[in-house]
């Protein structure tokens, strides 16, 4: 069973920077993409980031600029650098990972930020 520990959540003003991790129980290339999700109360969950396991990255137009997905293959980890931070990113960041198989999910970790 693969497991995710997304870490970094937490309270920031606006404008502010945060650092999520993802430590998964396995190599992250092993994963054919691996990504953040966020969920806002009463909104659906959305993708923010992808990082495939060729290391192409996508992020999604409202964060270009201001996030950037990476990984570290020897630690297992995909972090996402968030900058710039606004009210409207607050939500609960999961990490996903997907095999040709099965798609797993984090906890997930929560990100606040305030004007």
């Known amino acids: 069973q693969v497991q995710l520990v997304e870490s970094g959540g937490g309270w920031v003003q606006a404008g502010g920077s945060l650092r999520l991790s993802c430590a998964a129980s396995?190599?992250?290339?092993?994963?054919?993409?691996v990504g953040w999700y966020r969920q806002a109360p009463g909104k659906q969950r959305e993708v923010v980031a992808t990082?495939?396991?060729?290391?192409?990255?996508t992020v999604v137009d409202s964060v270009k600029g201001r996030f950037t997905v990476s990984r570290d293959n020897a630690k297992n980890t995909v972090s996402l650098q968030m900058n710039s931070l606004m009210p409207e990113d607050t939500a609960v960041y999961y990490c996903?990972?997907?095999?040709?198989?099965?798609?797993?999910w984090g906890q997930g970790t929560q990100v606040t930020v305030s004007s």
């Open positions: 990082i495939s396991n060729g290391g192409r990255t």
């Open positions: 396995r190599s992250i290339p092993s994963f054919v993409v």
């Open positions: 996903n990972a997907q095999t040709p198989w099965d798609s797993y």
